[in-house]
């Protein structure tokens, strides 16, 4: 394989799994296709690999208004009018108003960059449609300028989704695809570690049993997520919580439920 081989790096713990999709599909040069619920690593997996490969990393964060075009490229003919209305030199030289998106800064760099697709569900379900084309040729043609964009270096993409909606068939087609299960309480202990070095044992061990017997809850809502997990043991940290209050009284439970509904499930329980 080549020297764009992903590892994994200090700040993120990856399975041998996902190491395997994120280097075949560099090596099939097709986009990685993450899906796993929020919080399990989706998007930090882009600034993994990218620095872990020593390349920069670009990220098209997708909202629900967004369109396939806003990656490619806006042409501003607003102010285009403006500066002719008001003599302004320039106003000829169509490419002024012509400002490249996410995906067009990814096809014009002149190193292989990290292109973080994220959240691409939120968008409407012709989003990934609309962008086949450019993803599968790495081109787009930009019509007031009568310009191709070509990618110069092919970047490395990564697209992420919370799976709250599925996704286009022919889209799929063209993805490696790979889903991140949430941690067992193993995988969880090594990604806590990462963060914090020097852990009490007793308070860790009361932690995680105190978060995976939350998350196994069958009433609770919006489980909590390896993020909240991670802000617990802080604000436990911070507020000098001893570790043996920790499983009997869920202290700063706000922290990990988000929900007025969880919290009291959680404190039914808890009786």
């Not at 620095?51 to 964060?61: D, E, G, Q, R």
């Not at 787009?140 to 070509?150: A, C, G």
Request: aromatic residues 8%; contains cysteine; hydrophobic residues 40%.
């Amino acid at each position: 394989m080549s020297t764009n081989t992903f590892s994994g790096s200090n700040d993120y713990v990856v399975s041998e799994e996902l190491m395997g999709a994120v280097n075949i599909s560099i090596a099939l040069q097709k986009p990685l296709l993450i899906k796993g619920e929020p919080g399990t690593g989706k998007t930090m997996l882009a600034q993994a690999i990218a620095t872990s490969l020593n390349k920069k990393l670009i990220i098209w964060n997708v909202k629900s208004t967004t369109k396939a075009q806003d990656g490619l490229y806006v042409y501003d003919v607003v102010q285009r009018l403006y500066d002719s209305q008001f003599g302004n030199e320039g106003v000829d030289d169509i490419k002024k108003y012509v400002k490249l998106g996410k995906l067009g800064d990814a096809f014009q760099s002149d190193e292989q960059v990290i292109l973080l697709i994220d959240e691409i569900d939120k968008a409407d379900l012709e989003f990934p449609n609309d962008l086949l084309w450019e993803l599968d040729k790495m081109e787009f043609y930009i019509p007031e300028t009568q310009e191709t964009i070509s990618a110069k270096k092919r970047p490395i993409v990564i697209i992420t989704s919370n799976a709250e909606k599925e996704l286009p068939d022919a889209f799929l087609r063209r993805c490696i695809f790979h889903y991140i299960e949430f941690p067992n309480q193993e995988l969880m202990e090594q990604i806590v570690k990462v963060h914090f070095n020097n852990l009490e044992d007793t308070l860790l061990k009361q932690v995680m049993e105190a978060f995976y017997w939350i998350r196994n809850l069958s009433q609770i809502q919006k489980k909590p997520s390896t993020s909240e997990v991670i802000d617990w043991i802080q604000a436990l940290i911070i507020g000098g919580i001893s570790p043996e209050k920790i499983k009997a009284e869920i202290p700063f439970a706000g922290v990990l439920l988000k929900k007025n509904e969880d919290i009291d499930t959680m404190r039914r329980y808890l009786r």
